[in-house]
Every structure is written in C-alpha cells, then in structure tokens.
C-alpha cells in the first residue's frame, strides 16, 4: 500500500490547522482593539493608555482544553485575554472576553476586567470579579500576556462594526452566553 496519499493528506491538513490558527489570530488582532474602545456605553480602556493615538496590547487565546487543570476553566468556552499597556508595561487594563460566535459576525463578550498595577516592583489586578481563585486565574494569563509580544494599532487603525462586542451588564441578546461554569 502506498503510504504517499496518507502522508499528502495529513500535510494538507496540517497546512489547513496552521492556515485557520493564523486566520483566528488575525481576526483577534483587529477585533480585540474594536471591543476595547468601540462599545456602545463608552470605552473599557482608560483613555490615558492610547492619549497618544497608539493602542498597546497583548492577548492570549485558550479553547477548551480537554485536560483542563487546576486554574482551567472545565467547560467548552473559548477565552480570550487581552492585556492593553502603558508605554512601560507596568500598569494598563485586563480584559477577559468569551469569543461566543467565531465566524463571521463575531461575537466577543466581555466577561471579566481588572486594572493592572505595578506593587513592589511586581504586576498585580485590582478589582477583578469573582473572588481568589478568578484573581490567581487571571494572574497566570497576566504572566503569560506580560511576555508576550506587544501588538500596536491607531485609533484609526481600530475598525469600527466587524464584531459584535458585549458585556453581562450589555449583552446582545441574540446571541446566548454559555458562560464558564463552575473552575471546581
């Protein structure tokens, strides 16, 4: 039997996996900005974090793991964390959204915010909701969005209407919120 075939199509599908994660990673890129500073009510970013026209910002995205562990959410969401910095990357805002529709239209809610802080020389979040394990949850992914490499965009840049952006206290009705159950 001629193993080519077999090796043609898991290398197609290969090429297909990496093509859909670069697509996924472009789409967050422009999207993330968007539903930062674009939502109905006002801004989640403080304005003094872009004063100068330029967005800075990191983001992680995590689908469901099917080993979740101990700070892992153990149901089918797909997280997206985005970290928007200060020139320095000592203080800025961190937003967690659920990406609820990822084909077009896409759909981000924001379902967690906190303010990330400089304490003692190390990165800290005030006023994230939840209680202690979503703080030390949230602490891994800052860790992880600190080292990662720093995305800029314009105000320019930031589209305006190719998702649809919401929150709990400003949730698009159309599209119903299968949120993160229990970490437990």
């Known amino acids: ?48 974090l872009y004063a100068d026209g330029v967005l800075r910002f990191t983001y992680l995205y995590e689908p469901p793991k099917k080993s979740p562990g101990e700070y892992d959410y153990r149901d089918e969401t797909h997280n997206v964390y985005a970290a928007f910095w200060n020139r320095t990357r000592t203080k800025g805002e961190l937003l967690q959204f659920v990406w609820l529709r990822r084909t077009p239209p896409l759909h981000l809610r924001i379902v967690n915010n906190g303010h990330i802080v400089t304490r003692q020389g190390k990165l800290d979040i005030d006023d994230a909701l939840w209680g202690v394990w979503t703080h030390e949850h949230l602490m891994r992914r800052l860790a992880q969005l600190k080292t990662l490499p720093l995305q800029t965009v314009t105000l320019k840049e930031i589209p305006e209407r190719g998702a649809t952006c919401d929150s709990y ?5 159309d599209v119903p919120f299968q949120g993160a159950s229990n970490p437990q």
């Open 169 to 173: 206290a400003h949730a698009n009705t």
């Open 1 to 48: 039997m001629n193993s080519c075939p077999r090796f043609v199509i898991l290398l197609v599908a290969s090429f297909s996996l990496a093509a859909s994660a670069q697509d996924g990673a472009a789409i967050l890129k422009s999207r993330i900005p968007e539903c930062a500073v674009h939502i109905a009510d006002g801004p989640w970013i403080p304005k003094e």
